[in-house]
Every structure is written in structure tokens, then in C-alpha cells.
Nanobody, 114 residues
Framework: QVQLVESGGGLVQAGGSLRLSCVAS?????MGWYRQAPGKPRELVAA???????NYADAVKGRFTISRDNVKRAVYLEMNSLKPEDTAVYYC???????????WGQGTQVTVSS
């Protein structure tokens, strides 16, 4: 079982910035961030492989930056130019490999006020 521990999040005004961090209990192939707003399904925000291949959702391209530190087994999400529609619970995710299931962090609330 992979443990994922998140930190960061909170309340920010529109146009502001926040940084999320997540540390895994072991080195894993893919780490990323998903989010879920009330009444909506969980959706991918960004993901990065251990080799540095990155995938972003169209809604966050140019505003959010994902990075990871393989030595620290950590993944980060720098969120800039935040919008009210970015309000959601953000979950750290991880997979040992492409055939393994997703592991999830406990979630952290991000609220963007207008």
C-alpha cells in the first residue's frame, strides 16, 4: 500500500497562487493531482512520470506547474492565476506502474474566492 501525504491548499482570492505538496511512502512511477468539485466527477489536473513526462488538463495549462523530486519521493503543484472554478478538493495520486491501481492522498481543500 502506497501512502500519500499532502500539504498545502487553503483559501485564496482570484488571481492568487497556492502550492500543493505530496510525499509518497515509496518511489513510484507516476504521481499527480486530481480534483473534485461538489457535484462533479474527479478529474485529472496534472500528472508526471518518474522520467519527467507531464500531462496537464486543458483547463490548467499555462497556469499550473507540476514538478517532482524523485529523491524526496515528492510531487508539487504550483497554481497561479487561480480562478473560482479551480475551487475543489485536490487529491494526490500515485501509481507504481501503468498496470497498477491508483493510490490516493486524503485530499486538501482549495477555495478561490471571487
Amino acid at each position: 500500500q502506497v501512502q500519500l501525504v499532502e500539504s498545502g491548499g487553503g483559501l485564496v482570492q482570484a488571481g492568487g497562487s497556492l502550492r500543493l505538496s505530496c510525499v509518497a511512502s515509496e518511489s513510484i512511477f507516476s504521481m499527480g493531482w486530481y480534483r473534485q468539485a461538489p457535484g462533479k466527477p474527479r478529474e485529472l489536473v496534472a500528472a508526471i512520470t518518474i522520467g519527467g513526462i507531464i500531462n496537464y488538463a486543458d483547463a490548467v495549462k499555462g497556469r499550473f506547474t507540476i514538478s517532482r523530486d524523485n529523491v524526496k519521493r515528492a510531487v508539487y503543484l504550483e497554481m497561479n492565476s487561480l480562478k473560482p472554478e479551480d475551487t475543489a478538493v485536490y487529491y494526490c495520486s500515485g501509481r507504481r506502474d501503468l498496470a497498477s491501481p491508483y493510490y490516493w492522498g486524503q485530499g486538501t481543500q482549495v477555495t478561490v474566492s471571487s
